[in-house]
Nanobody
Framework: QVQLIESGGGLVHTGASLRLSCAAS????????VGWFRQTPGKEREFVAA????????NYADSVKGRFTISRDSAKNVVLLQMNNLAPEDTAVYYC???????????????????WGQGTQVTVSS
């Protein structure tokens, strides 16, 4: 059974950088798109970025464009989320997710993802 494991969260100051990692174990043959989402208490899970594992095409939420970069290391079965110039509003639990679909137009909906990690906390202090 496929498991996704996030790592790399932490507490940083405004303007700092963090790199999150999403590692797949147990086989990833049926995952074609990996997305990152984030959630704060009382709010719905929010799309951050997604990448097609074949070809590397990416999609970003407007709020993170130019600051965050999603990439994949196919050899290691790892997807990275490089987060630069972090702001307090980026504070959230970040989740990686995997899905079979490969249409970026539908990559922003959490309901389209089947596999989810346990989440990693990112806290940005002002």
């Amino acid at each position: 059974q496929v498991q996704l494991i996030e790592s790399g969260g932490g507490l940083v100051h405004t303007g700092a950088s963090l790199r999150l990692s999403c590692a797949a174990s147990g086989g990833s043959i049926d995952i074609y798109t990996v997305g990152w989402f984030r959630q704060t208490p009382g709010k719905e899970r929010e799309f951050v970025a997604a990448v097609l594992l074949s070809g590397g095409t990416t999609n970003y939420a407007d709020s993170v464009k130019g600051r965050f970069t999603i990439s994949r290391d196919s050899a290691k079965n790892v997807v990275l989320l490089q987060m630069n110039n972090l702001a307090p509003e980026d504070t959230a639990v970040y989740y990686c997710a995997g899905r079979r679909g490969s249409e970026l137009s539908t990559s922003m909906r959490p309901s389209n993802y089947f596999y989810w990690g346990q989440g990693t906390q990112v806290t940005v202090s002002s």
